[in-house]
């Protein structure tokens, strides 16, 4: 079985009947997909993925970037902590609210990299590092 994947794009479904889904992909990967479909057969069975829309976090001043990294710094300050740590702990304690992770082949979990998640994954990092704070009473200073 071949997967494809079609990028979150104005997709319009339309029902073929006999349990059949219509998709109408975007003109840019059109040639690249039917020519996949000749190489392989029409009988042969794909998977598709239709990807949810991502907007990367932040970057630069007064950025999401920039605010996390400021609170990450400020803990520190606070714990002696080294930053590294600090920040890998505040990846995990977001895990819970949806920061998403990546299942290693042991089996185990590791929270992704902050340049692959999106907007909202990072609103999920700050919302834990500021209730990390709250509970440890550190006093966060919003630049």
Same mark, same amino acid.
């Given at each position: 079985m071949? &997967?494809?994947?079609?990028?979150?794009?104005p997709?319009?479904?339309?029902?073929?009947?006999?349990?059949?889904i219509?998709?109408?992909?975007?003109?840019?990967l059109?040639?690249?997909?039917?020519?996949?479909?000749?190489?392989?057969?029409?009988?042969?069975?794909?998977r598709i993925?239709?990807?949810?829309?991502?907007?990367?976090?932040?970057?630069?001043?007064?950025?999401?970037?920039?605010?996390?990294n400021?609170?990450?710094?400020?803990?520190?300050?606070d714990?002696?902590?080294?930053?590294?740590?600090?920040?890998?702990?505040?990846k995990?304690?977001?895990?819970?609210?949806g920061?998403?992770?990546?299942?290693?082949?042991?089996?185990?979990?590791?929270?992704?990299? &902050?340049?692959?998640?999106?907007?909202?994954?990072?609103?999920?990092?700050?919302?834990?590092?500021?209730?990390?704070?709250?509970e440890?009473?550190?006093?966060?200073? &919003?630049?």
């Open positions: 071949k &997967e494809i994947t079609i990028p979150a794009a997709i319009l479904l339309g029902n073929t009947g006999a349990g059949n219509l998709i109408t992909v975007p003109r840019v059109r040639e690249s997909i039917f020519n996949m479909v000749d190489k392989a057969g029409w009988d042969y069975k794909f993925h239709i990807a949810s829309q991502w907007t990367p976090r932040t970057t630069g001043w007064k950025s999401q970037n920039h605010h996390i400021g609170h990450i710094q400020q803990i520190c300050q714990t002696g902590n080294g930053f590294t740590a600090v920040k890998e702990r505040m995990y304690l977001a895990i819970d609210r920061y998403p992770i990546e299942t290693m082949i042991d089996h185990t979990i590791q929270p992704k990299s &902050e340049a692959e998640i999106s907007t909202t994954e990072a609103g999920y990092l700050v919302d834990a590092i500021h209730q990390f704070a709250a440890w009473a550190i006093t966060l200073v &919003e630049e």
